[in-house]
């Protein structure tokens, strides 16, 4: 018989966990293109990446948040995550999927939805991201 760790410290009890907040949102608003998991990719140094954050690549390839005009959007965070200081953290960047835009975090620089919804327009290869409001 296999022996089987326990991530409690006290088997048996109960376990319970606080989360900072909580708000629930419709992540997806399609089905078209399909949704993909994220791929790895890097991080730049000590980058703070809040889940479902909209990102690119800075002109070294690491991912940072995009700024529209500046950063071409790519993907969207799969989870929260800070670049360590050696630059060598990876999370999974999502780059398929239908997206609604209110579920997303996005640059200030994106104020409008016409600047959400172009977003991803032109980005590289594998991306296939569409930004579109849910509907009733």
């Known amino acids: 018989m296999a022996d089987v760790t326990v991530p409690y410290m006290e088997t048996g009890l ?3 966990e606080e ?3 909580y708000q629930q949102q419709f ?3 399609g089905s ?3 949704f993909a998991t994220g791929i790895p990719m890097t991080i730049k140094a000590s980058e703070d990446i809040k889940q479902f954050h909209v990102v690119g690549l800075d002109a070294s390839d690491l991912i940072v948040p995009a700024v529209e005009g500046v950063t071409q959007a790519i993907g969207i965070a799969s989870q929260a995550v800070i670049g360590n200081v050696g630059g060598t953290t990876t999370a999974p960047i999502i780059y398929s999927g239908c997206f609604n835009p ?3 975090v996005w640059d200030a620089s ?3 939805d016409a600047k959400k919804e172009a977003a991803f327009r032109g980005a590289p290869t594998p991306t296939q991201i569409t930004i579109r409001r849910r509907t009733s």
Do not use: I, Q, R
């Open 27 to 29: 992540l997806l608003s």
């Open 102 to 104: 209110d579920a997303l």
């Open 14 to 16: 109960a376990a319970f």
């Open 32 to 34: 078209h293109p399909p």
């Open 19 to 21: 989360l900072d907040s």
């Open 110 to 112: 994106y104020d409008t």
